[in-house]
């Protein structure tokens, strides 16, 4: 079981390393602009992430913040989705995305691991 958890974790990771990797070659070396391969980050991490909630054969004791985290990541997933979303569909339209959103994509991006990383 442990093994398996592991392997979604891993999973997990490489989605995130997917939407922050397209998040900043765009950022550093790109149009500042949303990419498909931003949303599929997005559905890897997320499926991934909600596959992680499930309890995994640990034993959780009251009073653990184990739902809240869930949470505020699935709050941070949310919002990165609906930036990416509204910037895209500008972006079909002809427009630009606005400068905030676009950088907000890889704050909350990194805000989302650090939850995951030093959240316990």
């Not at 070396?29 to 499926?47: P, S, Y």
């Not at 009073?63 to 500008?90: D, E, Q, W």
């Amino acid at each position: 079981m442990e093994t398996l958890r592991a392997v979604v974790v891993f999973v997990h990771l490489l989605g995130f390393a997917v939407l922050f990797g397209a998040w900043a070659a765009q950022a550093f070396g790109g149009k500042k602009q949303f990419t498909q391969l931003m949303n599929v980050g997005l559905a890897i991490a997320g499926v991934a992430g909600l596959a992680l909630a499930a309890p995994w054969g640990i034993e959780w004791t009251p009073g653990m913040s184990f739902y809240l985290k869930i949470t505020v990541k699935l709050v941070v997933l949310i919002i990165i989705g609906g930036l990416i979303g509204m910037g895209m569909a500008r972006q079909k339209r002809g427009g630009t995305v606005p400068s905030g959103a676009f950088w907000a994509v890889g704050v909350l991006a990194l805000l989302n691991a650090a939850l995951g990383f030093f959240w316990h």
